[in-house]
């Protein structure tokens, strides 16, 4: 009985709630709280947010259960040796082949029309796009049933992420914990947000504004553990920001918008790790 009420809490309750009875420091919540709302356009206080945490402690890297990793050669390496793989196996890959439709026959996907013209069929149809693009865009709405259409149609789904690779000219010298040589917390998930109530008004502001004006961002530089990434003594970093809203209100594009809040980020890192902003030699949002 008692982990079936453990596991109803993870499935029901807020990350925040679960937490809060778990842990007494702020910095202690906040360094697992933000796993609640990665990718997830919520406060920690959202109910099922605890689920989220779980999902991103669910996995395991060489054995490790619940840690994370990086692909040396960068996350390219990652596609690049299943297509290795694929290609032992016979398979033939094609790239940039738009799919515009998928061919359904009989209730069952025999094959997809490319935006070319060409039409390729198969015994099997295997597809990875989000299933709102699927059903939505390229299956035939007469082949799909009508309340599971507009159950679709209606679903909500959007990242509430704002995501930044940056190339650096130096290590970032953090005001917690100074020095520009490596060491262990360069190489590990170095997250801004120093409490519960801070990830929760960083959704309020961004559910108002469009963005958060003070975000949650995750530092990671992959060049630490892998100096493939960067020339010698310069370095790479991911920023995995949040929140932002997946659209903005008020007919507002982000292609107005990108830049300032590219700014707004690198200002933020640069707040707790002061001189950051001058080791920004390029970025990419």
Request: proline share 5%; with cysteine; charged share 25%.
């Amino acid at each position: 009985m008692a982990q079936r009420r453990a596991l109803l809490d993870l499935f029901t309750k807020s990350a925040g709630d679960y937490l809060d009875g778990w842990f007494e420091t702020d910095c202690v919540k906040a360094a697992f709280g933000f796993d609640s709302i990665v990718g997830t356009f919520a406060s920690p206080y959202t109910p099922n947010t605890a689920y989220v945490l779980l999902h991103h402690v669910f996995g395991e890297v060489n054995g490790k259960k619940g840690a994370w990793g990086h692909a040396i050669g960068g996350m390219g390496a990652i596609t690049q040796a299943m297509a290795n793989a694929a290609r032992e196996r016979g398979v033939e890959i094609e790239v940039e082949a738009s799919v515009r439709e998928v061919i359904v026959e009989k209730g069952r996907a025999v094959g997809v029309m490319l935006k070319d013209g060409r039409t390729i069929r198969a015994r099997a149809v295997a597809s990875n796009v989000h299933p709102k693009l699927l059903f939505d865009q390229l299956v035939p709405a007469e082949a799909l049933p009508p309340d599971f259409l507009a159950r679709m149609r209606r679903w909500k789904s959007g990242s509430g992420t704002f995501r930044m690779n940056v190339a650096l000219s130096e290590l970032p010298s953090f005001a917690a914990l100074p020095g520009r040589e490596p060491a262990d917390h360069h190489t590990a998930g170095i997250i801004i947000a120093p409490s519960l109530a801070y990830m929760d008004r960083a959704y309020d502001d961004a559910k108002r504004a469009g963005w958060s004006r003070e975000p949650i961002i995750e530092m990671l530089i992959p060049s630490t553990l892998d100096d493939s990434l960067a020339p010698k003594g310069q370095h790479v970093a991911s920023l995995f920001c949040q929140h932002v809203q997946p659209t903005l209100s008020d007919g507002r594009s982000w292609d107005d918008h990108r830049e300032t809040v590219a700014d707004l980020m690198i200002a933020i890192v640069d707040r707790y790790a002061p001189g950051f902003q001058q080791s920004v030699l390029g970025r990419r949002s």
